[in-house]
């Protein structure tokens, strides 16, 4: 029977090769700086790339552009508008809905409820403000 060593040697150096390659992407990936605070939504921002992107990709005329602007600007705002009521009346029936769940709880699981809920409504206040999650916890949980 002949000698496995040649398979185990090449086994082991594509393992090696693997987690040589997967630690330089790890150590180039890390050493990224964090992207910066984004701007909080705007209708302008929103027109502004929307308009950025139009340019970009059909390659509109100087003229069509000055036709095209208001346009977008002023659905744009619509749209933000829409936006911003959507966002109001599903915080206010969040609101409701766990007033009605903590109904059922007792004092001590309500208390856990209220601490999760208040953690939850800080991490979409920063969302919606264009903050990033901090580094330390964990996206999902």
């Known amino acids: ?3 496995p060593w ?3 040697i090449l086994l082991v150096g594509i393992f090696l090769a693997g987690a040589g390659s997967g ?8 050493h990224r700086p ?3 605070p984004r701007t909080p939504p705007s209708a302008e921002n929103w027109s502004s790339l929307h308009l950025k992107r139009i340019v970009e990709d059909v390659g509109l005329q100087p003229g069509q552009l000055e036709k095209i602007r208001p346009v977008v600007d002023r659905r ?6 829409l936006r911003a009521r959507y966002l109001d009346d599903n915080h206010a029936l ?11 709880m007792t004092p001590e699981q309500r208390e856990k409820y209220e601490q999760i809920n208040r953690e939850y409504h ?5 969302l919606e403000r264009g903050e990033r999650p901090p580094p ?3 996206r999902d949980r």
């Open 23 to 30: 630690t330089l992407v790890t150590m180039r990936v890390l």
């Open 76 to 81: 744009m705002l619509e749209l933000f508008n």
């Open 136 to 138: 330390d916890r964990p």
């Open 94 to 104: 969040r609101e409701v809905m766990e007033r009605e769940v903590a109904e059922f």
């Open 122 to 126: 800080d991490r979409a206040r920063r």
């Open 1 to 3: 029977m002949k000698s």
């Open 34 to 36: 964090p992207p910066g």
């Open 6 to 8: 040649k398979l185990i």
